[in-house]
């Protein structure tokens, strides 16, 4: 079946400007993960959404990050007024979300975002 | 902060060596993860170790889990040019009390020549 999908591949966008990221986790996997990977570096938890609800966000780091789900389906993060720190690959995964601590994620391509 | 640490961060050995890659983390887990990532994109899942597990094999990879040194080590067998790539360790912090957020580590870079 088809895995997790992450649109755009690629995003260059100027300072200032606000960006949408989009995933779309498998089907019927109700957990999914948003991650930041700078260049070189391991990933940054950013948010955790079980269903659509969202009960760890504790890694977004700004409130110009923000996300949401709906139908337990497509996600969406955004980013408000970017800054050039912004620039990273931001990374989607999705796990069943039905045997806490033993789940493994299944990872998009990614989206690499460069701010100018 | 990061959780796991990765050592060596980069690696770089002959085709059919083999490579060992170790990980150290902080805190209680309940697992630990070790990922693999092609050209700064999409992650692969490799292995998953539980905490009362202290050896697991999957074809090529050997993972061994010392809960007490709080490590982890990945070994690959016979290594081959399609195994370069980067290797991320993760883990699955106790604390959390019920989030399935993931820690990694900053990964190690492995190069396997021909």
């Known amino acids: 079946g088809a895995g997790v999908s992450q649109s755009p591949s690629n995003k260059v966008t100027e300072k200032g400007k606000d960006v949408e990221l989009r995933c779309d986790p498998i089907s019927g996997h109700t957990a999914l993960y948003w991650y930041r990977q700078r260049l070189g570096q391991g990933l940054e938890f950013l948010i955790y959404f079980q269903g659509n609800s969202a009960p760890d966000k504790s890694g977004l780091p700004s409130d110009r990050f923000s996300a949401e789900r709906t139908g337990e389906s497509v996600s969406t993060l955004t980013i408000q007024r970017t800054q050039q720190e912004d620039s990273a690959v931001y990374l989607c995964a999705s796990s069943l979300g039905l045997v806490w601590g033993q789940e493994t994620q299944y990872f998009g391509p990614g989206t690499r975002l460069l701010v100018l | 902060s990061q959780q796991g640490e990765e050592d060596p961060q980069a690696l770089s050995i002959q085709e059919g060596e083999n490579a060992t890659m170790n990980c150290s983390y902080k805190t209680s887990i309940n697992n630990l993860q070790w990922y693999r990532q092609n050209s700064g994109r999409g992650l692969v899942h490799l292995i998953l170790?539980?905490?009362?597990?202290r050896e697991k094999h999957s074809g090529r990879l050997r993972v061994t889990l010392d809960t007490s040194k709080k490590s982890s080590s990945l070994l690959i067998t016979a290594s081959r040019a399609a195994d370069t790539a980067s290797y991320f360790c993760?883990?699955?912090?106790?604390?959390?009390?019920?989030?399935?957020?993931?820690?990694f580590g900053k990964g190690t870079k492995l190069t396997v020549n021909p």
């Open positions: 170790i539980r905490s009362n597990e």
């Open positions: 993760a883990t699955d912090p106790f604390y959390q009390g019920g989030s399935e957020k993931l820690v």
